[in-house]
């Protein structure tokens, strides 16, 4: 009974994006849970900046500009770089654009964020000199690989994140533009409450998902 009594157990819930929990959350949250059976996760999709203390979420995943300074973080990938991508059927008898602003002469596949007011802005940099452009297109979507698979269909030109494409890139499935103008960005950070008392299981948690750079 002591042996059960001190093995860490719990449910933990958090809120991420699709795309985070794809590549970053579940290849070693996976591992985490065959060790530790009587731990519970509970994953909640979401693109929203969710308030994780009003929603009583244990923690919540973004990127590294997005954490408010009042939470504790934990850094759980790599830097991450967007591309814009399209299918080769969709530059057929198109021009490819060369600059940010010509994106508004294509169909682009956007992203619905509910708290941003509306729909994103694809956001670039070159030089120092930052852009964001409203894009228009035929399709919108809440979630990345649904954009990824409508690029993949011809519907237009998607901005999702560059390991995603790479695959696709490599076969010729899709192309790239406007390389020279996507930046990098700090990778996703499980955040939570610097007031919260971590227990047995959030402390496993946060330590089997934090990124430690391969030497």
Request: aromatic share 10%.
């Amino acid at each position: 009974m002591s042996e059960l009594r001190d093995r860490p157990a719990g449910t933990i819930r958090i809120t991420a994006t699709d795309y985070a929990v794809e590549t970053v959350i579940w290849p070693k949250l996976a591992r985490l849970l065959r060790q530790y059976p009587e731990i519970k996760v509970e994953i909640i999709i979401d693109y929203g900046l969710t308030d994780i203390v009003t929603e009583r979420f244990d923690a919540g995943v973004r990127i590294g500009e997005q954490v408010a300074k009042d939470m504790i973080a934990a850094r759980i990938g790599p830097d991450i770089r967007w591309a814009v991508v399209g299918a080769p059927s969709y530059f057929e008898g198109r021009s490819e654009p060369t600059r940010p602003q010509e994106l508004v002469e294509h169909n682009c596949i956007n992203l619905r964020l509910p708290t941003r007011g509306g729909l994103y802005a694809w956001e670039f940099e070159k030089d120092g000199r930052e852009v964001r452009v409203h894009v228009e297109g035929q399709l919108a979507f809440n979630g990345t690989f649904q954009m990824l698979n409508a690029a993949l269909a011809g519907f237009g030109l998607a901005y999702i994140p560059e390991d995603v494409t790479r695959p696709h890139l490599t076969k010729g499935r899709l192309k790239r533009v406007l390389e020279d103008w996507c930046p990098s960005y700090s990778g996703y950070h499980l955040y939570y409450p610097s007031r919260r008392q971590p227990t047995p299981a959030f402390t496993l948690f946060v330590e089997a998902l934090r990124y430690r750079e391969r030497t």
